[in-house]
């Protein structure tokens, strides 16, 4: 079946503003989580849903991030006034259930690049 | 503070040189330990998980163990290959993210 799939592979935009990065987990898959791994770092987490809410939103840096998932399905991260230090990759990644050892399935990434 | 650090950073080896790959992690209450594989531009691959100290698992030329401190991933003659990025995290109890580790970069050459 198919895998997480993120869209777009790649972003360029200026310092200042808005980007929407879109995350389609595994169907049938209740939790998404967002990471952002840069550049010789291992993924950091940022938010993790559970269905529709947001159950964990710790990792997000600041309010310039946020991130929604109206339907239980697919989630939007979306970053306001973007600054430079905000390039990175970021990964998506899904689990069937929310329990505490599941395994998470990682998208290809969204790879940003803030100028 | 809970800290999951690799080494080494960098592994070169030569095609058939078997080596391990460490994660040693100062958590408090691990539910999980994951190893995952990362080729460049892509996304991590899950590769195994480990629950309890003591327990082992295999994946063709990988084999993972788990302490109550330390995970090894061994690779046994190694090909090309298995040039990639590996990364472990962990999982905690209570908490569904996972922290990683930077990773350890293996280049295998022919």
């Known amino acids: 079946g198919a895998g997480v799939s993120q869209t777009p592979s790649n972003k360029v935009t200026e310092k200042g503003k808005y980007v929407e990065l879109r995350c389609d987990p595994i169907s049938g898959h209740t939790a998404l989580y967002w990471y952002r791994q840069s550049l010789g770092q291992g993924p950091e987490f940022l938010i993790y849903f559970q269905g529709t809410g947001a159950a964990d939103d710790s990792g997000l840096p600041n309010d310039r991030f946020f991130a929604v998932r109206p339907e239980g399905s697919v989630s939007t991260l979306k970053i306001q006034r973007t600054e430079r230090g905000d390039s990175a990759v970021y990964l998506c990644?899904?689990?069937?259930?929310?329990?505490?050892?599941?395994?998470?399935?990682f998208g290809p990434g969204t790879r940003l690049l803030v100028l | 503070e809970d800290q999951v650090t690799q080494s080494p950073e960098a592994l070169r080896l030569q095609e058939g040189e078997s080596s391990s790959l460490n994660c040693s992690y100062t958590?408090?209450?691990?539910?999980?330990l994951f190893w995952y594989r990362q080729d460049p531009g892509k996304g991590p691959e899950f590769l195994f998980t480990l629950y309890s100290a003591g327990e082992e698992k295999e994946k063709e030329r990988l084999k993972a163990t788990l302490t109550k401190k330390e995970s090894f991933l061994h690779i046994t003659a190694p090909k090309p290959e298995d040039s990639a990025t590996y990364l472990c995290a962990v999982q905690l109890y209570n908490n569904n993210d996972m922290r990683f580790g930077a990773g350890t970069r293996l280049t295998v050459k022919p």
């Open positions: 990644a899904s689990s069937a259930n929310s329990g505490s050892g599941e395994t998470q399935y």
């Open positions: 958590v408090s209450g691990l539910r999980g």
